[in-house]
């Protein structure tokens, strides 16, 4: 099993362009999110979605759109790149087991850099 | 809203000693799951412990455990015999049981931890 996977690890792009972060998982879990980590912020949610075919907000979802493409794949993308949006983004997906302590399982990240 | 709060931005140990990091949470859930996560500098998320709130036993994994004080809102995790390995970034999250809250993680702001050899 890859786990969950991202794509690319790294992209610069220039303010006003435009870009779509993959995110894949094997693990045939129902949920996934997108998060973003900024120095001394910690983790924020951005958008996630509890199953396929949903999608929600989360804490800091202006200027990102998410898709969910089929039960492995949740995508976010930047329609117009802002500077603020300079940032590392993880994907995580979470296991439902129906016991006790489901686990998020993170990606490897993306570092965005947005100029 | 739920917060967690980590109030030491960075914190550093002695190789073989202990050490403890601290998170405060708010919030008016009383059926909830608090992490530790841990993040090295290559960035990756892992997991290092759950507590679940309604068990009063503080959970232990290895050299890891917590203090939980669910009166006081408050979640340590204690290093024991900390190795160089445990240098990183930790993360504190706080999770309500509830799937009207989706399962969304809410983090703390992360404590740097520094171990010297």
């Known amino acids: 099993n890859a786990g969950v996977t991202q794509t690319p690890k790294f992209q610069v792009l220039k303010t006003g362009q435009s870009m779509t972060l993959q995110c894949a998982q094997d693990?045939?879990?129902?949920?996934m999110y997108w998060y973003r980590q900024d120095p001394g912020m910690g983790l924020r949610l951005i958008y996630y979605?509890?199953?396929?075919?949903?999608?929600d907000k989360g804490e800091v979802p202006n200027g990102y759109n998410v898709s969910r493409l089929n039960k492995r794949e949740f995508s976010l993308r930047l329609e117009s790149a802002a500077p603020s949006q300079t940032s590392v983004y993880f994907c995580?997906?979470?296991?439902?087991?129906?016991?006790?302590?489901?686990?998020?399982?993170f990606g490897p990240g993306t570092r965005l850099t947005v100029l | 809203a739920q917060t967690v709060t980590q109030s030491q931005p960075e914190m550093s140990v002695q190789e073989a000693e202990t050490v403890t990091l601290s998170c405060t949470y708010d919030?008016?859930?009383?059926?909830?799951?608090l992490f530790w996560y841990k993040q090295p500098p290559s960035r990756q998320m892992i997991l290092v412990i759950r507590?679940?709130?309604?068990?009063?036993q503080n959970a232990t994994e290895n050299r890891f455990s917590v203090n939980f004080q669910k009166a006081a809102k408050s979640f340590s995790l204690k290093i024991s015999d900390s190795q160089l390995g445990d240098a990183a970034m930790y993360f504190c999250?706080?999770?309500?049981?509830?799937?009207?809250?989706?399962?969304?993680?809410?983090f703390g702001k992360g404590t740097l931890l520094t171990v010297n050899p």
């Open positions: 995580a997906s979470r296991r439902q087991t129906g016991l006790a302590g489901d686990e998020q399982f």
């Open positions: 693990m045939n879990h129902n949920s």
């Open positions: 979605s509890a199953s396929e075919g949903t999608t």
């Open positions: 919030t008016s859930e009383s059926d909830y799951y």
């Open positions: 507590q679940e709130a309604y068990k009063q």
């Open positions: 999250a706080y999770r309500a049981n509830s799937g009207g809250s989706n399962y969304k993680l809410t």
